[in-house]
């Protein structure tokens, strides 16, 4: 049985991001989770996120721009748990490494939070480091804003979650700049904690809905599951979507969330060194052909490896 083609990652990487190792792309996918959990949960820590959350939202929303700009040639740019489930769905990332992303991510988004943490045990004026996060970290029922059954966080969570993932495979594929799925993820996002952060506190986001509820008090915990499988179904959903449609079919395949021209590339060259350690006259005849042979026993392997041959 045939499956759509995976497509491109975000931010189009080329062939340097193609041939990265995957310990470069877990620290790039490590380091951009801590600074969104320094932004996402710092901003509103620091100020009064029931009297106006356009302060935190954007400043979340900029800060995943910004992560996505700088690393996102490296690793993609997930820094989200649930947007690597998108990808492994999509066919854009194997499951290997999708696990050693997510990993990446709640380890980085921890460390981000232990840093806030520590900051508020400095700070004189607050006796109660955890009961501080209590304000940031998602909730329902009692311990939302506005009293939010657990239907509506599960329902808001597997929706936004759901958007964002949909907006990053979207603006992946479209082949314009690399600024264009950083903007329209990040503009997502500022979008989406708008709304969330007035009803709960939704992260749309397990790494950081863990990072937070580990340094608060222990009905955090005890919620969390709402903040794990929401967002997860969400991004299965779209994932889903975006494979069983064909949506990816249009686009190059890639490898781990890099390129495959650049394995293409790869192949091209070896053709060509063969082609000049040639001589004769008709020596560099046979490179053509030979550049195709090889071409495709590439091909082939890589979609044995994948699955798309029995």
Known sequence: MSTPVPARDALHPGTAAGRTALLPRLAAEAFGSLFLAVAGLGVPLFSIPQSSPVPAALAAGLAITAAM????????GHFNPAITLGHLLAGRIRAGAAAAYAAAQVVGALV???????????LPGIADSRTAFDTVTAGFGEHSIIQAPLAAAVLLELLGAAIIVAVFLGAGRSGGSRTVAPVAVGLSFAALLQLGQSVGNLPYNPARAVASAVFSSGWAVEQLWVFLVAPLAGAAIAGLVFRITGMEA????????????????????DAEDEGLESTGPDAAAPAPAARHEKAGSVNEAQEFFEGKRS
Do not use: K, M, N, W
């Open 69 to 76: 700009l700088a690393f996102g040639h490296i690793s993609g």
């Open 250 to 269: 249009s686009a190059a395949p890639v490898q781990d969330g890099g390129d495959v021209d650049a394995a293409e590339a790869a192949v091209d060259d």
């Open 112 to 122: 981000g939070a232990l840093a806030l943490f520590g900051i508020l045990r400095t």
